[in-house]
């Protein structure tokens, strides 16, 4: 499987994250997104003409959409990240993927612009943002009110791996986290999965390892 | 509603959101601190700010008793003192090297900070335990009229139609926000709480829509 | 507060390779300019009501100025040596002071904690001594015999190796540093970060790399420093005060951040203030 990919694009980050979690070995090819607009090059334009990355290629099929992309992955390699099969939790699965969108538009679109320069509206993206994070943590908070610690059930999906990079990296875009505590925890949950990757903008959790013990120190300080 | 001088206990985070071995950021009147709780349990609020290069200490890991900074990973126990200097190894941080840290205490399910050391214990709200918090676009006056009552010391209590009676505690921040604190009476179903959560987004529309017309003087 | 000192100097204003006869507007310490293409292809900067602005080409990038600069755009002699591939990393804006952005760019003791299992990792923190100067005939802030042991130093490097490097500030808002060369023991790669200060809490960052990599694809190289430089901008917009200190007092160095010590004592003798705070509060 080959990933077309920009190490900064949190849509292609959704990729490699849940290619890591699923142990699917992925080969990826770079992308000059920034500051070379690649993407919108003919040989990329020719494969993908939405002129849109991530995009995934397994011998015949061609995947544009991250949404499919995830599903494809878990159903190859990780069938319990598509969910339990039940109706309700499916049609979460399936809202919480039309939701990422959405973040990617309002949260995404703020980042472009406070950090790559790109245009647009940051009065309405940022508040478009802070809607979507406050429908999220009313939500998390539901479905811990019924036992559960991610959107679908108390297992993770897809449809945390697909709204995780957006909002994880919204202060990117001047849109703060701190509010939302239970956006926080959900956070940390995903970060603290066995074979979770970082993306650059999102730390490692040093708190997941014991402090080492010091090097001898080799020279005086 | 509750008062903000910096000699009272201020309700900044609910147990609930800070397990053990993290850290979080929490707003007080004399300033930004990072609120973190040690592997044993214990709490801590402590300046959010590394005195080395002014780095968030909010942002950083806890390891044990003791708070790490994200940035070059200076570590401060809970009364403050840098304990380690990663850069140096062998180096015992010298005593000038530490974090301001206020008095904080839980009670309830309901983490309270002050400024100095008050003689008293924060007040418990006797039947009621919390819920969620959220924070509004709106001042206090706004949420009032909302609400239709007049907030008092321990907050206000307010009923939705359908929904259960939920307390309020509200904490004005800067920026005309209001950070609120929900609570619940204990007996209340996870649907009860489920409800009640959507009775306090509610509220906040309601007075966000007042203050976002004018406000109230 | 913009001084006559940071006025008069030569600041990074937009990538040569992408410029055109539309151009690009944007800000230099508050004051709004507009960078593009003449019709010989040559580029041209304005400022306010028109007002053309000094000009110049180099590394790739152009560079203008507010005031009147003395000298010419510092000089990298290893950008002329042959079989060196350039990259134009491509602008990152950062909501912090321009002064902070090259302060980080000085720094190692985080490397095992923001570039973690890249340019360091635990438990190999440690920064031993090195040698700082300032360099009075050039008037540039040095650092030499800097080391640190790092598990993937650059996209050239096949394991973990202790990297030597070289600090170097010739201007308040750039830093160059230099670091060994896999591929060419006894050369250094060159990676420099050119910051256009737009206000002084916010400015444009362009990193510029000089290299002897024949090897790695040009985009591999883009992205290892777009994520080094990343994983910096959560850190720099949240350091408090916004501005950097001048005066000792608000923050504690130590042996490790003397090229820093040093370049806050260089600006404070240039009067080089715009993204600084002078009185400890």
Same mark, same amino acid.
């Given at each position: ?25 992925? +080969?990826?090819? $770079? ?15 020719? @494969? ?8 995934? +290629? ?6 544009? +959409? ?12 990780? $069938? ?6 039940? $109706? ?14 959405? @973040? ?14 790109? $245009? ?102 | ?9 201020? /309700? ?24 973190? %709780? ?45 304990? %380690? ?7 015992? /941080? ?23 050391? /008050? ?99 | ?7 008069? !100097? ?7 390779? =992408?410029?055109? =006869? ?80 090259? !302060? ?37 802030? &040095? ?43 006894? !050369? ?17 960052? &362009? ?7 024949? !090897? ?16 910096? =901008? ?31 004592? &260089? ?15």
């Amino acid at each position: 499987m080959k990933l077309y990919d920009y190490v900064l694009s949190p849509s292609c980050y959704k990729v490699r994250l849940m290619a890591a979690l699923s142990g699917v070995k992925l +080969e990826i090819r $770079p992308v000059d997104f920034h500051p070379g607009a690649e993407h919108r090059g003919p040989e990329l334009m020719a @494969l993908n003409p939405e002129g849109s990355i991530p995009i995934l +290629e397994d011998g015949d099929l061609i995947l544009t +959409e991250s949404s499919a992309m995830l599903g494809y992955l878990a159903a190859r390699a990780a $069938p319990a990240w598509l969910g339990s099969g039940a $109706p309700e939790e499916t049609a979460r699965i399936q809202q919480w993927l039309s939701f990422s969108h959405r @973040l990617t538009a309002n949260l995404g679109g703020a980042r472009l612009h406070e950090m790559l320069l790109r $245009p647009g509206d940051i009065g309405a993206l940022q508040a478009n943002g802070i809607a979507a994070l406050r429908e999220l943590e009313a939500s998390l908070f539901e479905q811990k009110m019924r036992g559960n610690r991610f959107l679908a059930s108390d297992l993770p999906t897809i449809a945390d791996i697909a709204c995780f990079p957006y909002v994880a990296l919204a202060p990117d875009g001047g849109v703060s986290l701190d509010p939302y505590p239970t956006i926080r925890l959900w956070s940390r949950a995903l970060r603290s999965l066995d074979n979770f990757i970082e993306m650059p903008g999102i730390h490692r959790l040093h708190e997941l390892k014991p402090e080492p013990r010091p090097m001898p120190g080799r020279g005086v300080r | 509603m509750l008062s903000d001088k910096t000699d009272t206990w201020v /309700p900044v985070a609910l147990s609930q959101d800070l397990p053990t071995g993290q850290a979080m950021p929490a707003r007080t009147p004399a300033g930004p601190i990072a609120l973190w %709780r040690s592997q044993s349990g214990r709490l801590a609020a402590s300046a959010d700010r590394c005195p080395h290069r002014g780095m968030r200490l909010s942002h950083g890991f806890v390891r044990g008793e003791a708070l790490s900074c994200i940035y070059h990973g200076w570590t401060y126990s809970q009364a403050g003192q840098c304990l %380690r200097i990663p850069a140096h190894p062998s180096l015992t /941080p010298p005593e000038t090297i530490r974090v301001a840290t206020r008095s904080v205490k839980e009670a309830g399910g309901i983490i309270w900070v002050a400024d100095g050391a /008050p003689d008293d214990n924060p007040p418990l709200f006797e039947g009621y335990v919390p819920l969620r918090s959220l924070t509004a676009r709106a001042g206090c006056s706004a949420l009032s009229v909302a609400a239709g009552t007049k907030a008092a010391v321990e907050g206000f209590v307010w009923q939705a139609p359908g929904a259960p009676a939920i307390r309020l505690l509200p904490i004005p921040q800067e920026a005309g926000e209001t950070l609120i604190h929900v609570l619940v009476t204990a007996d209340c179903s996870a649907s009860e709480r489920i409800a009640a959560s959507r009775a306090a987004e509610s509220l906040r529309r309601m007075a966000e829509r007042i203050e976002a017309k004018g406000g109230v003087s | 507060m913009i001084d006559d000192a940071m006025r008069d !100097e030569w600041y990074p204003v937009g990538l040569f390779s =992408r410029l055109d =006869r539309d151009g690009r507007e944007t800000t230099l310490m508050g004051g709004p300019i507009k960078v593009a293409l003449d019709a010989n292809g040559a580029a041209k900067v304005t400022g306010e009501n028109g007002r053309v602005l000094p000009v110049s080409v180099r590394y790739g990038h152009i560079w203008s100025s507010l005031g009147e600069p003395k000298k010419p755009v510092f000089p990298i002699p290893e950008a002329d040596q042959p079989g060196r591939r350039f990259v134009d990393v491509g602008v990152v804006r950062v909501r912090c002071s321009p002064l902070r952005a090259v !302060e980080n760019f000085l720094d190692i003791a985080h490397f095992p904690f923001v570039h973690t299992d890249i340019l360091g990792s635990e438990p190999h923190t440690e920064v031993e001594n090195y040698k700082v100067e300032i360099r009075e005939e050039e008037d540039e802030v &040095w650092a030499t015999q800097v080391k640190f042991y790092q598990p993937q130093a650059a996209k050239s490097a096949s394991g973990g190796i202790t990297t030597e490097y070289m600090y170097r500030v010739p201007a308040p808002t750039c830093s160059v540093l230099y670091k060994t060369c896999p591929p060419r023991p006894g !050369e250094w790669d060159v990676i420099a970060l050119f910051v256009q200060p737009l206000a002084e809490d916010l400015c444009d960052v &362009w990193p510029w790399m000089a290299l002897f990599d024949d !090897e790695t694809p040009l985009t591999d190289l883009i992205h290892f420093q777009q994520t080094i430089f990343l994983q910096d =901008r959560s850190i720099l917009e949240n350091q408090i005060p916004r501005l950097l200190p001048l005066d000792p007092g608000m923050e504690i160095p130590t042996r490790a951040d003397l090229t820093s010590v040093a370049y806050r004592r &260089w600006l404070k003798r240039h009067n080089y203030t715009y993204g600084a705070q002078l009185v400890a509060q």
